[in-house]
C-alpha cells in the first residue's frame, strides 16, 4: 500500500463553537497521551477508584456506583436502559427533541412498552404534566433528558424525584449535553441513574461515559446478574430475571468489574480514563458551581451578542440550556454557506440543526473548555464579517458591544 | 472536595509483557494528543475515509464495511453478533478457551439457539471436526475465535471458509489477539466478518474495534435496517426482520454513519480514531508481513528463553499464537508472588490465568511495540532473577544464551 498519501495526524486548528464536540481542554490531551497500565496494576486500580471519587462529586452524589462505560455518551444511555428494563416494562418518555426519541428508540429495542409525552420542539414540559402522565401509564421508568441539544432545551428535573418517589418510579436523565454547564444534583433532586458523555460542558473527547447508579437502581440491574461462563467459580450466583440483550453494556458486570472482586469483563479504555479523570479534576479545581456560572456568563453574553446583531433565537429563552443557544437563519441566508465561510475562512464551526430545524436554526455552543470570553467574541466578530459579506444588514459592532456590555455589568 | 490527593495522570515506568494491554507505540499516544475535530469537518470524514482504507489492509480485504466501533475489543464482536443474529437463528461455536465461551453467552443473549463443541484448553480444531459440526446442526453462522489468549491457541481458519460458503454459513472470527501478529487473510480465507481490538498486536491503547464486513454480512445487516426517529426523513426505509437489541451496535446505523449519508449516530470517538489510524499506518509501514514475522521471532525467542530456563510450556506448541506464551509455574513456586517480585521490584508485568489455569500458568505476551528484543531480553532476565531469589534452581544464564542463539541462527 502507498503510505505517501496517508500524512500523520495534523487536524487543521479549529474553534469548535457548535453543539458538541468542542476544543479538548489541553490538559485533558496531556493526560491522555500518558503511558498504559495493566488492567490489575494497582496504579490503574487506585485511578479507577479516583475517578468514582471524582465522579461522584461532579454528579453530587454518594452512590457507589459512580464509574465509565467504554464508549461514546450513547453507550452510558444504552447501559442504563438495557441493564433496568425488562421486556414488558413499561417506560414512559417525554419527548422535547431528538434525544427523547433516541431513548423511546433504544428502549423499544429492550422490548419495553413505550409511552410518550409530548411537546413541540423548543419547550419543555411541566412537572404537572409528567405526573399526570405517571399516574395515567404507571411505568416502571421514567426516562428523561435533562439537557437536548437539538433543540437547546433545559427539561427541569428537581420536582420529579419527589413524584417518581410516590409513585415507585425509578428516576433516569441523560445528561449528556447539561452535567457541570447546568445544575444537576443526583441525590438532591432523587435520582436514581444518570449517564453523560465527555465532548460537552466537561471538556474532553469523546469515547467514555460517566454513569451513576443509585441504590434503589442496582438492585434493579443486579436482578439480572449473569457471571461469564470463562471466569465463574462455583462462588457466583446468576439473579432471577432474564440476562439483558448485551454482555458489553451488562452493569452488573460492569458493577464487578469496577468493584473490589475486580472480575475481568472489558479491558478498560486506559487513556479515555485518564482523559475522564483529568475533566473531572479540572472541573472540580475551579468548583462546580463556578463552572456552572461560568457557562451561564459566557452563554448569556453569546444571546446578548446575537439579539445585538438582530437575529431572532429559537425555543423559550426561561428554558434554554446555559452551553447551547438556537439561532434563527435569517431570510435570503443561506444557512449552509454561512457555517462553510466560518469553517473555511475563520477557522471556527457552528452547528447545523436536525428533524423539523434543519436549514432553520444555527446551534452555537459555549462549553467546556470554549466556554470563554475570546471564543465569544472572536465568534460573533467572524459571524457578523460573514453575514455582512452575504449582504444581511446588520448594525456594525453591535453585537460585540452587547456582549462587552454584558460582561461589564456581570463582572 | 479536597483535591490534593488527585495528582494528575503520571503512571508508573511499566514494561507490558502480559496478553495484553501491551505498551502503546509512543508514535500513537501522540497522534492521540491531537486536538479534535466537529464531526462533519471535512478533514474529520477525511480521516474516517482513510482509517477505512488503512484497516482494508491491515484485515487484506477489499470489504467497504471496514470501519471502528467504538468501544473496547468486545464493542466490536458484539455489534457484529447483535446486527447479524436473528432470535432463533441457529450459531456453532467451537469453544477452545474462555473467548469462545464469551461468544456463546453473547450469542445467547441474542437469543439464539448456540450449539457447542469443544476441545480441552491448551488444544485447537481440525477442520474436519468443524465441517462434522456444521453438516449435523446446520447453523446460520460459525462464530470462532483465531487466538484465544486464555490458552495462548492460534485456530487454524484457513479451510473453514470453503465450508462455510459450501453449506450456506456465515463466517466470523474474533481476531483481537491475534491481528498483525498472526497471519490472517480476511477475503483469501472468506471470512464474512472479523473483530479486533487495539491493545494487543495493534499497539494502541483500548478503546476502539476495527471490524470489517463482507457484502454478505452487510445484506444480512440490512434486512434490520433502522433510522433513527428524530433525523428520519420521508426518503428513509427500514428493514424487513425485526429491530436489534441495541442501538449503538446497531451496524447499519453506523454503516450510514461512515458512509456517503453520513447520518449521525454516536459522536465518534475521535481520540481514539487518531490512534487507530496511526496504528495502522505503523503496521503497514512495517509492512503486515514483517510485523508478523517479528512476532514469530521475538515470541520464538521467548519460548526458547523460557524452556531454556527449564520452565515447561502450556498447550500445544504447534499452534502456538507468535503473540502470547503460557508457562506452567513449577512446582513450590508462588505464582502471584512472582507476578509481585516482577511488577514491583523490576516494573514488568506478566500475566495470570482465567478459569482452569487460575494459579497452573503465567502468559507472557510479546506483542505490538512491545515485541522487540530489548523487552524479551529484559524479562527473560528479570524472571531468572525472581525465580532464584525464590529458591528455584536454574542453570545461570541459560535462558538468556537461548534467547541470543535463537537470534543468531534468526537473523
Not at 200 to 222: D, N, W, Y
Not at 352 to 366: A, C, N
Request: aromatic letters at 6%; one cysteine or more.
Amino acid at each position: 500500500m502507498d503510505l505517501s498519501n496517508y500524512s500523520p495526524i495534523n487536524p487543521p486548528q479549529r474553534l469548535l463553537m457548535g453543539p458538541g464536540p468542542i476544543n479538548a481542554d489541553p490538559r485533558v490531551l496531556r493526560a491522555m497521551s500518558s503511558q498504559l497500565l495493566g488492567q490489575y496494576d494497582p496504579a490503574m486500580t487506585q485511578y479507577m477508584n479516583e475517578v468514582m471519587a471524582l465522579y461522584r462529586a461532579v454528579f453530587r452524589t454518594e452512590n457507589r456506583w459512580t464509574l465509565l462505560v467504554d464508549g461514546t455518551s450513547r453507550a452510558g444511555i444504552e447501559s442504563i436502559l438495557l441493564s433496568a428494563i425488562r421486556p414488558g416494562d413499561k417506560v414512559l418518555v417525554p419527548v422535547f427533541g431528538r434525544f427523547g426519541h433516541l431513548l423511546c428508540e433504544i428502549a423499544r429495542r429492550c422490548r419495553a412498552e413505550v409511552h410518550t409525552i409530548e411537546v413541540p420542539w423548543g419547550e419543555v414540559f411541566t412537572p404537572d404534566r409528567i405526573e399526570d402522565a405517571i399516574k395515567r401509564v404507571k411505568p416502571r421508568l421514567l426516562l428523561t433528558v435533562q439537557g437536548d441539544t437539538s433543540t437547546t432545551m433545559l427539561q427541569p428535573l428537581e420536582e420529579l424525584g419527589a413524584i417518581c418517589r410516590q409513585y415507585g418510579v425509578l428516576f433516569y436523565t441523560d445528561a449528556t449535553a447539561s452535567l457541570a454547564g447546568n445544575v444537576l444534583e443526583t441525590d438532591g433532586w432523587g435520582l436514581d441513574a444518570v449517564s453523560v458523555g465527555m465532548q460537552k460542558c466537561l471538556g474532553g473527547p469523546s469515547g467514555t461515559s460517566p454513569i451513576t447508579l443509585s441504590p434503589a437502581m442496582e438492585a434493579a440491574i443486579r436482578q439480572r446478574k449473569c457471571v461469564e461462563a470463562g471466569i465463574r467459580t462455583a462462588a457466583h450466583q446468576d439473579g432471577e430475571d432474564e440476562m439483558i440483550y448485551s454482555n458489553y453494556f451488562d452493569l452488573g458486570m460492569i458493577m464487578d468489574y469496577w468493584g473490589p472482586e475486580r472480575l475481568n469483563h472489558h479491558t478498560e479504555a486506559t487513556s479515555a480514563l485518564y482523559g475522564a479523570r483529568e475533566c473531572a479534576r479540572l472541573i472540580l479545581e475551579e468548583g462546580l458551581d463556578n463552572g456552572i456560572a461560568r457557562h451561564k456568563l459566557h452563554g448569556d453574553a453569546m444571546l446578548k451578542g446575537i439579539q445585538g446583531m438582530g437575529l431572532e433565537t429559537f425555543g423559550d429563552l426561561k428554558h434554554k440550556m446555559n452551553n447551547v443557544l438556537g439561532v434563527m437563519i435569517p431570510a435570503g441566508i443561506d444557512g449552509e454557506q454561512v457555517r462553510q465561510l466560518m469553517l473555511e475562512d475563520f477557522g471556527i464551526e457552528i452547528g447545523t440543526s436536525f428533524g423539523p430545524l434543519v436549514g432553520k436554526v444555527w446551534r452555537i455552543g459555549t462549553m467546556g473548555y470554549n466556554a470563554r470570553k475570546d471564543c465569544v467574541m472572536l465568534t460573533l466578530s467572524a459571524l457578523e464579517s460573514v453575514l455582512t459579506h452575504l449582504g444581511f444588514r446588520t448594525m456594525q459592532g453591535a453585537a460585540l458591544q452587547a456582549a462587552w456590555d454584558h460582561y461589564r455589568g456581570s463582572c
